[in-house]
C-alpha cells in the first residue's frame, strides 16, 4: 500500500507560502507557512502532520492489542507532542487516556508499550526519543 499527499510550496521560505494535498482529501490545500510552522500562524506545519500520523497510528495499534489481549477500549485518547530542536525533529511524545473495563493497570502498562514499541509510525520514527504516558480513567472528558 501507497499513500501520498502533495506540497505545493512558493516564494521564499520566510515570506512564502505552501498548500498541502493528500490523496484522500482529508488536506486539501491545507495552508502552511514559516509563521503557521515557527510562529502561531494560520495553517498547519511538518511537526503536527507527524504528530498527528504517530498518535492514530498508536491509537489503533493499542486498540488491536487490547482487544486481541480481550479487553476491548471504549475510549483510547492519545495526544502525541513532537519537538523541533535546532533544526531537528527529536522526540515524540505520547500521552494516551483510557476508559477499559476489566483490565488492570499493569497488563494495560505492557500493552500500550508495546504498542509504542510496535506501531509502525514509531518503527519509522525509531531515530527519535520516543515516550509515553499512559494512564487508565474512569471517566473521559
Known sequence: MKRHTTAVWSGTVKEGKGYLTSESKALDNMQYSYKSRFENGTGTN?????????????AMKLSADLTEAGFPPE????????????GA????????KAKISGIKDDKFQELAEGAKQNCPVSKAYKNLDISLKASLENKMN
Not at 46 to 58: K, R, S, T, V, Y
Not at 75 to 86: A, G, M, P, Q, R
Not at 89 to 96: C, P, R
Open 89 to 96: 525533529i527529536t522526540k515524540s511524545e505520547l500521552d494516551v
Open 75 to 86: 475510549v483510547l485518547e492519545t495526544k502525541c507532542f513532537i519537538s523541533l530542536e535546532d
Open 46 to 58: 511538518p511537526e503536527e502532520l507527524m504528530a498527528a500520523a504517530h498518535a492514530g497510528c498508536f
